[in-house]
């Protein structure tokens, strides 16, 4: 913290004094996106509005979070924020708003005590769609997952958010104090329910005397959570040490758009985030599906659709013409008809600023970080569209093409015949059904975990089939154009 003030001038530093910070966030799950988002919310608080009350406690649970904590201990918690607008105008500001930090590998006992300390009046997540632990058929807590299993032999050692969260909220229980507001900001559905519902289940069944006390001591906004935040380049360190004379082992690169949109149902009193943008809401899930079937599932078409093509990085594919245009197609045709309509949000504009967020030239953006366990990805983001679409016998070809390409995609080859790693927990499965498939092209379809019953679908079905047959003989690029063209 005492390098601060030799930095460059064209450097935003803390304007506040961080040893006047009370720490009442706990937050789980220290990543890029916590640091691009609700930790910038939280210093923007801070900074300007002199709120002292809500210093953020980072916690990180897992065994590969080691590198994070290290560095960030080792930085005081202080780390840099490079914004990259699609102007090409930067800003390079100085985070300070995590003001704690604990390591639960290293110390799970602290971590318990941390959390039920009463002054920690909010703990958040960022802890990705697989700390939820939900069975990938049925989408319900999974109590024989291997991690979940291991926390309810050892409690007093746990691995998983359920585990750690139990041992403090007994703690409090026993202790007489007050629950606590949870708050998930991961980039799930109803991420606030799906957080309530796994942690219920789970202390119904590990701890069921506690079951009642947190359903009076305990509350679960759903959020709904928005800023492109790519993987960490070793060009931006360097890029940092050269131009701002800041050695930063771990600095956080974000596009300039941000959002974060949360339901105001807080047990205690919540930081005025509605000062520094955020908006709350009494429904999340409008503005929910708006993001999730836009941008989350834009980012999906572009990432295999680009990759089968060569592309690497999200702004090459989404500024080829024949791609972007197929992208378009896509939200105004198959997205926008199932969209409720969103109060003082323009989809239009939204899916405008959308395009140039994809086409930021500065967000090097890899196309293998977005198709990252699309077995997950997949259902949350097109599949919605695709049944909402069925059920109203409307458009569905552009997401028959997508799935037919991601078919396509799990062969690991591209069209320069350039091979690919495929990452995601299904992975064998999707690459020995994705062969097999050139046999029997529906057995792709029939993977229930992803699909549940959509092979069932003729409507779907038959165009699924017809384009896979297509892309499989020609290479994506001819076939987008082709499709533009309403030629296929």
């Not at 890029?32 to 801070?46: C, G, K, P, S, V």
């Not at 697989?130 to 058929?137: A, F, M, P, V």
């Not at 991961?186 to 219920?200: A, E, H, P, V, W």
């Not at 790693?421 to 020995?432: A, F, G, V, Y």
Request: charged share 25%.
């Amino acid at each position: 913290m005492e390098n601060v003030d030799t930095l460059k001038t064209d450097v935003s530093t803390p304007m506040f004094d961080r040893d006047q910070v009370i720490t009442s966030i706990a937050h789980i799950g220290v990543s890029n996106f916590h640091r691009a988002h609700q930790a910038y919310y939280m210093h923007e608080l801070i900074e300007k509005h002199n709120e002292l009350n809500f210093g953020i406690c980072g916690i990180d649970l897992l065994d590969s979070d080691r590198k994070i904590y290290n560095v960030l201990k080792d930085q005081d918690g202080l780390y840099t924020l490079i914004t990259k607008d699609p102007s090409g105008v930067h800003q390079t500001k100085i985070i300070s708003s995590i003001v704690e930090y604990f390591f639960g590998p290293e110390n799970p006992i602290a971590v318990i005590e941390r959390l039920a300390n009463p002054d920690i009046k909010i703990i958040s997540l960022t802890i990705a769609e697989d700390g939820y632990h939900l069975n990938e058929i049925t989408g319900e807590f999974d109590l024989n997952h291997p991690a979940v299993a291991e926390d309810i032999k050892n409690p007093f050692n746990p691995k998983t958010v359920f585990g750690y969260l139990t041992q403090a909220f007994k703690l409090r229980k026993l202790r007489g104090l007050s629950g606590c507001t949870i708050l998930s900001c991961d980039n799930i559905k109803s991420n606030g329910d799906t957080m309530r519902q796994s942690f219920l289940s789970y202390v119904s069944n590990v701890e069921p005397d506690l079951l009642n006390w947190l359903l009076e001591n305990t509350t679960f906004p759903n959020s709904m959570v928005d800023r492109i935040t790519p993987l960490t380049l070793p060009e931006d360190i360097e890029t940092l040490k050269q131009d701002f004379l800041i050695d930063d082992q771990w600095p956080v690169v974000c596009g300039s758009f941000s959002s974060w949109i949360i339901e105001d149902d807080f047990l205690h009193k919540r930081p005025q985030w509605e000062k520094v943008g955020v908006q709350f809401v009494k429904n999340i899930e409008p503005y929910e599906d708006m993001k999730l079937q836009l941008l989350n599932a834009g980012h999906s078409v572009l990432g295999i659709l680009g990759t089968l093509n060569g592309y690497k990085t999200v702004h090459e594919a989404a500024n080829d013409e024949d791609f972007i245009c197929f992208l378009k197609g896509y939200m105004d045709e198959e997205v926008v008809p199932v969209l409720d309509l969103v109060e003082n949000l323009s989809i239009e504009d939204y899916k405008t600023t959308l395009i140039s967020r994809f086409r930021n030239p500065h967000i090097h953006d890899s196309l293998s970080r977005i198709c990252n366990e699309s077995s997950a990805k997949i259902p949350a983001f097109i599949l919605p569209t695709i049944k909402k679409q069925l059920a109203k016998n409307q458009i569905i070809n552009r997401a028959a093409f997508v799935i037919a390409a991601w078919c396509k995609y799990n062969d690991g080859v591209d069209d320069n015949g350039k091979t690919y790693n495929i990452m995601d927990s299904i992975s064998n499965k999707l690459i020995r059904t994705a062969a097999l498939s050139h046999q029997n092209p529906i057995k792709f379809l029939q993977i229930e975990s992803v699909f549940q019953d959509l092979y069932s679908n003729d409507v779907f079905t038959k165009k699924y089939l017809h384009y896979l047959g297509y892309i499989r003989e020609h290479s994506i690029k001819e076939s987008i154009i082709q499709f533009n063209k309403n030629s296929i």
